[in-house]
């Protein structure tokens, strides 16, 4: 039985359509206007969730690493400390950008990169905390934030099945509600290591949590077959120009690639039915047009007895169907029959009647 749980207004689970999460982590360049733009387009594309990334960045950067000079064209700031933080929004832009996904009708939640971030998003009451794949072996953020008692999706790019099988030991005893995400750690990943058989693995091994997958390769066909494989959730990374600056833009999605990721999972969630063989309306007039039925090959008389040489398949279908010659084989026609007649039991024999009861 796998896991199902409930972000915002949105059940999660086998039964459920995929829920797609619009990853924009740094891709609004520190504007809360783009970041409004970048949810709106989100929606509009059919996503059903919206997420960011937050930092404690002096908390979370040793001083080197924060005062490491930075300078590319990717930059915005000549160190990696002072980039990072014209990038974070503070609880000013949170909450703004909260209440307009309220208003659009998008989950909106968050990456916690550590436990000030952690603190902060349970702060605003976020519905549903993100784990970064560099994070699943850091057990006490884990504990933390799974005490928050929300649901918790942990990415597991760059990880060993003993890595994953840590996290889901660290926080199923604390809260059930855990989505695992197959991921590939590269920027993009390349195809040959996107690995979508681990959803099943993961299927196997964590059938109490929902299993999905990050998608960090360049396309929107993966989604489609990790869906197929079992995955439930979708996180794609979501840009409104992929030649914006920024280490990210260049392998996210553009909205109108986005809403053809939504629109095939849609079409591949209605697809899949509930495997159980049947016929549709839509189907019977084709069916017959091209099927076929047993007729009469050539003239004959009253009282012939039928052999195999006097009936051939023709098209269209409706008529005895083909599967039945050897219920008609041997059986005396009631009246004379022409070439390319539909044979019917009521022009043979009592014995035919008896032969298809």
């Not at 504007?31 to 509009?44: D, Q």
């Not at 597991?156 to 199923?172: K, N, P």
Request: hydrophobic share 40%; proline share 5%; aromatic share 8%.
């Amino acid at each position: 039985m796998a896991g199902t749980f409930r972000i915002g207004a949105h059940e999660v689970g086998d039964h459920t359509p995929c829920y797609v999460i619009a990853e924009i982590g740094h891709n609004h360049q520190g504007s809360v206007e783009k970041a409004r733009e970048l949810f709106r387009e989100a929606k509009l594309a059919g996503a059903q969730a919206v997420k960011l990334q937050k930092r404690d960045n002096r908390g979370l950067y040793t001083r080197a690493a924060y005062d490491k000079p930075y300078d590319n064209e990717n930059s915005f700031g000549a160190t990696y400390g002072e980039h990072r933080e014209f990038l974070e929004f503070g609880e000013k832009e949170y909450r703004e950008l909260q209440a307009y996904a309220k208003e659009l009708g998008v989950d909106f939640f968050s990456t916690a990169f550590d436990l000030a971030s952690a603190d902060f998003l349970h702060g605003l009451d976020v519905p549903a905390y993100k784990i970064a794949s560099g994070d699943l072996k850091s057990t006490p953020l884990l504990k933390h934030v799974a005490a928050f008692g929300k649901p918790v999706i942990i990415s597991t790019g760059g990880a060993l099945i003993e890595d994953v099988q840590r996290a889901y030991d660290t926080i199923m005893p604390i809260n059930p509600q855990l989505a695992i995400l197959q991921c590939t750690a590269g920027y993009p990943a390349a195809f040959e290591e996107l690995d979508l058989r681990v959803i099943g693995t993961y299927r196997d091994r964590f059938p109490n949590a929902v299993i999905g997958f990050s998608s960090h390769d360049n396309g929107i066909a993966m989604p489609v077959a990790a869906y197929m494989l079992g995955a439930r959730i979708v996180e794609k990374h979501f840009t409104l120009n992929r030649a914006m600056k920024g280490t990210d833009h260049a392998f996210s999605l553009e909205p109108v690639g986005l809403r053809k990721m939504v629109r095939d999972l849609e079409r591949t969630h209605k697809a899949m039915g509930n495997g159980v063989k049947k016929i549709y309306d839509s189907e019977k007039a084709p069916i017959i047009k091209m099927g076929k039925s047993l007729v009469i090959a050539r003239d004959l008389p009253a009282g012939h007895v039928l052999g195999r040489e006097d009936i051939v398949m023709k098209s269209p279908g409706g008529g005895i169907p083909p599967y039945e010659l050897d219920k008609v084989l041997g059986h005396a026609t009631l009246k004379p029959l022409h070439a390319d007649d539909f044979l019917s039991f009521e022009v043979l024999s009592r014995n035919a009647e008896l032969a298809r009861s």
